[in-house]
């Protein structure tokens, strides 16, 4: 149909908002079980296998899918999987996106998928700045380049925003492949992940950090959803397959190393040593303090209300504005409370 296609390449011109690094965008097909067989679950990767499914590849390996029924495969993707038309057409039953605006701009455009769960508590998209012309904090990107990528100039216009710094105070320009702009001198700050240390090392110590949550822009990363039917017909197998993501998290939190052992296994072309050195920051993303309170996975409305208005704000919804209740649903969160609060 003419009209879903433009408004599907409408989404996906923006909603890609901060997955330019590092990001993977996950699609996972179920199939419910018979009594006697496990739930078979095809999880389809929208870009290459990395740290971002971590406590899958460790789920899958310890059996703690099997014990909850399921029966997973991980399928590596690349540029031109679309997860987020895969969940809503039904092809798949959950996707994991790595931003939750996405989400939120998905159901702007009348895609009927809602968040069930959030794998990183605080999204690790960060502007990086050398110790000689620092930047910390907002204010002092006033009369400054930014070099970030398109998709995150919305990210900018609400720090700016949220800060109360004029967008005429700053220059934004696009961002390179890597982080050359920054070193040269073009630019005094450049955008990406903190999970993304192999990318990072460039910069050496002198490098300053200021992350896009600490700018009070709080979004979610690495998050899970599904459509409306499948969470209103086989919440079962969605919780099923939280549980057993939440225990692989949890395994992994308490063993980092040999949770990169089996990641590096699993997908060989991974670098053991990058991976050693990313699997902190990856961890501390999953895990604190609202994990400490709610466990692995959790979500909260204010959080979600507060992205909406955000990007409410800005204009950047071209169809209706969603309300929290069209974008995320606690019920899955709620369902496996028990094991979450316990891994996390």
């Not at 679950?41 to 099997?66: C, D, H, R, T």
């Not at 039953?93 to 159901?107: K, Y």
């Not at 070099?147 to 900018?156: C, D, E, G, S, V």
């Not at 709080?218 to 998050?223: F, G, M, T």
């Amino acid at each position: 149909m003419p009209e879903f296609r433009s408004t599907r390449r409408q989404f996906l011109q923006t909603a890609a908002t901060v997955g330019g690094l590092v990001a993977t965008h996950s699609l996972i097909n179920v199939t419910r079980a018979s009594a006697q067989s496990p739930a078979k679950v095809n999880m389809q990767l929208g870009w290459l296998a990395s740290n971002g499914i971590l406590g899958e590849v460790v789920a899958k390996a310890k059996g703690f899918y099997a014990e909850q029924g399921v029966e997973l495969e991980i399928t590596a993707g690349g540029p031109n999987v679309d997860g987020v038309a895969s969940v809503a057409s039904g092809q798949a039953m959950v996707g994991q996106t790595s931003s939750s605006p996405s989400v939120m701009l998905a159901r702007s455009a009348g895609i009927p998928i809602k968040a069930i769960a959030g794998g990183y508590q605080k999204h690790p998209f960060t502007y990086f700045s050398l110790a000689k012309d620092a930047i910390r904090e907002p204010k002092d990107m006033i009369g400054k380049t930014i070099a970030t990528q398109p998709t995150a100039y919305i990210l900018a216009r609400a720090l700016l925003a949220k800060n109360g710094i004029s967008e005429d105070q700053v220059t934004l320009v696009n961002m390179g492949a890597d982080m050359n702009q920054l070193l040269t001198g073009q630019a005094q700050a450049v955008t990406g992940w903190l999970t993304n240390t192999n990318a990072l090392k460039i910069l050496g110590d002198d490098r300053v950090d200021m992350m896009l949550w600490d700018t009070g822009i709080q979004l979610y990363a690495n998050v899970y959803f599904a459509n409306d039917k499948a969470i209103a017909e086989t919440p079962d197998v969605l919780a099923k397959f939280i549980t057993g993501s939440a225990m692989g998290w949890g395994y992994a939190k308490e063993n980092p190393e040999e949770a990169v052992e089996m990641l590096v296994a699993a997908y060989p072309n991974l670098d053991k040593a990058s991976e050693l050195e990313a699997v902190k920051p990856v961890l501390e993303f999953s895990f604190g303090e609202t994990t400490k309170a709610d466990g692995w996975g959790t979500m909260n409305r204010a959080n979600w209300e507060a992205q909406l208005k955000t990007y409410a704000d800005l204009d950047q919804f071209k169809g209706s504005v969603p309300t929290v209740d069209d974008i995320m649903t606690l019920s899955i969160l709620e369902a496996t409370a028990d094991i979450r609060k316990k891994v996390g």
